[in-house]
């Protein structure tokens, strides 16, 4: 074989890696990636179209060559080129970076981002961080990061921007829904540390959960607190999910499971066909009245489970519809350490509802006025029984 056909062989070993790919991430685990060669490659495709361009810079540019550098690069491309948000591909270090979000802890400014209607936009601000303090909210169009118009960046370049050690600044110009002005916010960076689950029994006898995201420890957690609120002997439970941006796949099933009778959690629509994602663990205190909230920061693996919890009849939704972020993205790890996240299905509720661009409607529509009271806190509550 030339050196040639050796150097088309590893690109197609490269892209076959990209073809595969939680804010609901399924599958944070390695995979076995087959390799393809010239024969299984897309006839449509004329590679050597590549490697005329890689001669071509290799031979005239006079700028430093850094051959693994531009194999990422291409890579990068290549999966931009679905104008899909969700599907990236991570070199070493980002990929590094991107876990140790999954993980619950980084530093920045703890907000979760997406694009939408091609806009860079506040999913949720996450509780206690310093995006929330400084007053961003759900549904904030990014309009420029320290005077960099976002529409001139991708979304991996929007987020490095904003990323940066604790104690450093950024600049945020922002349109918010019902403002006709843009305005600016300058926020302090720091360490980001998520614990997904918090919870408390209240004097009148009502269990609060509150999950901030769905991470790897999410499940033990919620699963502690009903063991708590069990043993206490608690009249009803609020499952608090509001600007909550998601996380992981596995972690909301195991969650919606701890609420709804055995049945579909949420199905999953993609190139094969359909595919049910059934309850996996035994509800506990399936007698105790259920109340749930939600916001437009309700997003991904939150509207799962709330639209989970919905469509069994187990609780009743309280707030504002979700987000809409109805997609899944599978993550597939490389031998050097690289990733990809690819949008791979669709969601759809257990009745067949999407939740993609739509999001779930709650069944007590309450806004929440920040200057005022919790006043979807109180409708739960007082849905409950409970003194206010």
Known sequence: MSNRNKY???????????TGYGLGYKNIQARNVEVVN???????????LFWQVWSRVK??????????????????????????????????????????DVNGEFEGIGAELAVQDENLTVVAPLDGSPAKEAGLLPKDVIVAIDDVASSTINFDEAIAKIRGEKGSQVKLTLARPGKKETFNLIITRSLIKVDSVKSEIRADG????????????????????LGDFEKAGVKGMVLDMRNNPGGLFDSSVNVASLFIPEG???????????????????????????????????????E??????????????IGQKSFGKGTIQDLVDFPDKSSLKITIAKWLTPSGSEIDKKGIEPDISVENNPSEKDLQMEKAIAELGGSL
């Open 38 to 48: 010239r024969q299984s490659a897309d006839k449509e495709v004329d590679f050597d």
């Open 206 to 225: 009502i269990g609060v959960i509150k999950i901030s995201q769905f991470s790897s420890d999410t499940f033990a957690g919620v699963k502690n607190a």
């Open 264 to 302: 579909v959690v949420v199905s999953e629509q993609g190139r094969a066909g359909k595919e049910d994602f059934r309850t996996t663990q035994k509800a506990v205190l399936s007698s105790v009245p259920l109340k749930v909230l939600i916001n437009a920061g309700s997003a991904s693996a939150a």
């Open 304 to 317: 799962i489970v709330a639209g989970a919890i919905k469509d069994s009849g187990r609780g009743k939704l």
């Open 59 to 100: 031979e005239k540019t006079i700028g430093e060559i850094k051959p693994k550098e531009m194999v990422y690069g291409a890579i990068k491309g290549m999966v931009a080129s679905l104008k899909d948000p969700f599907s990236v591909y991570f070199n070493p270090d980002e990929a590094k970076e991107f876990l140790s």
């Open 8 to 18: 088309l062989f590893l690109f197609l070993f490269i892209v076959s890696f990209s």
